[in-house]
């Protein structure tokens, strides 16, 4: 048996090529990153394709945010091939009923899609820093304007046509990278867990509650460290986005757990074993009682309280990390938990993560702290900000 697994006691037997879980914590990370993107771009695009002006100070560095991880959305499935350079052979020689073999082809369009509407949003930036300065930096700025220094009026408003179709473009392509992800899972019937056609629609409303809950984390963060005033109505946008997607991801979680316990009671013993035994502690009481449902209480009684200033600001920066550690628990309970279960439905197995390795929990984190690394440099050369006073 492997080390990391190990037959639960009372919860019957599994067979010998059970005991190793082949999806492990970068499985778990990787659509979290993914449902980040999704998220930071719907930010992104409610003020570009839609108008939100309030999200207006936060629009530009949403992008940036999206462009970010989605560089890194690939690393977690590298890292954990034991050939990662035979990833390739599934883009150039695809199978059409393959659905891990189109995620080259849209994670690819995808990055290019939003180097592409990056390019013109910061394109005015880029002109008048590559004409003024005459340094290394400069030069790679001339490169970046790929020739194009005309910034006259007619020039900008083609600029802006560009942003908006790359923008109502990227709202199924991002949501369509993430809602494929849910897809992969719902459509594996080996698996109770997994087997639900509510898959994709769960991952795509948790998807835009944990990237609005980045956007509102790293929103302050940065506010503090520019040491520049937070704008409450952009944050209160923010909120009011995460509040309302947050009240119909767990409507919908609801529903497809109903469902399973429905079908648990109709002969898969295993699986009300594991809802009463393992899973109340990383289901009930992490993902749902402290990451979900404390945060809507946390949201609705400042929305009823008309609460401002300082406290509005460090309530919501807390209900967003919470409800970010909601969807981390979310990804980990459908991923591992889906596993714990065997595949007779005769048996359980304990999940026991280690710190080191390939798999481990170190390596994890480190995935997920990449983007943010990434994002922190970047934005050093293309300054995203739209500050109050300078509107």
């Not at 473009?169 to 109770?192: D, M, Q, T, W």
């Not at 956007?215 to 946008?237: G, M, T």
Request: aromatic content about 14%; charged content about 10%; glycine content about 8%.
């Amino acid at each position: 048996m492997h080390p990391l697994f190990e037959t639960m006691p009372y919860t019957g037997y599994v067979y010998p090529n059970e005991t190793v879980l082949p999806w492990s914590l970068l499985i778990v990370v990787y659509p979290y990153l993914t449902g980040l993107v999704a998220g930071s771009f719907t930010v992104s695009s409610l003020y570009q394709v839609f108008g939100f002006e309030r999200l207006r100070p936060v629009a530009h560095f949403a992008l940036l945010s999206s462009l970010c991880l989605m560089i890194f959305v690939p690393s977690p499935l590298l890292l954990h091939l034991g050939h990662p350079e035979r990833a390739f052979n599934a883009v150039l020689t695809p199978h059409t009923t393959s659905a891990m073999a189109m995620f080259g082809y849209v994670a690819g369009f995808y990055i290019i899609l939003l180097m592409l509407e990056c390019w013109f949003v910061f394109r005015p930036y880029i002109v008048e820093q590559a004409q003024a300065r005459n340094d290394l930096l400069g030069q790679i700025f001339r490169v970046a304007s790929l020739g194009s220094y005309d910034l006259s009026e007619k020039a900008m408003r083609y600029d802006r046509k560009w942003i908006l179709a790359l923008a109502i473009i990227g709202i199924p392509g991002a949501h369509g990278l993430h809602g494929y992800v849910g897809f992969v899972f719902g459509s594996l019937k080996s698996r109770e867990w997994w087997s639900s056609d509510l898959m994709p629609v769960i991952f795509l409303f948790s998807a835009i509650i944990s990237g609005t809950a980045l956007q509102i984390l790293i929103y302050i963060v940065c506010c503090q460290l520019r040491r520049v005033r937070v704008d409450i109505a952009c944050l209160k946008v923010m909120a009011y986005a995460m509040w309302g997607f947050l009240m119909f991801a767990l409507l919908l979680e609801g529903v497809e757990f109903g469902a399973l316990v429905y079908r648990g009671r109709e002969g898969i013993e295993m699986i009300m074993a594991f809802v009463n035994g393992p899973l109340i502690v990383p289901f009930f009481i992490l993902q749902f009682g402290v990451g979900a449902v404390t945060p809507l209480m946390i949201l609705s009684y400042l929305f009823w309280r008309g609460t401002t200033g300082k406290p509005l600001v460090a309530m919501i920066a807390l209900s967003a990390l919470l409800v970010m550690f909601s969807v981390l628990m979310m990804r980990f309970n459908v991923v591992i938990g889906g596993q714990e279960i065997s595949k007779t439905g005769a048996g359980l197995l304990r999940f026991t993560p280690e710190w080191f390795g390939e798999d481990g929990i170190l390596i994890a984190a480190a995935v997920l702290a990449a983007p943010m690394i990434l994002l922190a440099v970047v934005v050093q050369f293309l300054p995203p900000w739209h500050d109050p006073e300078e509107a």
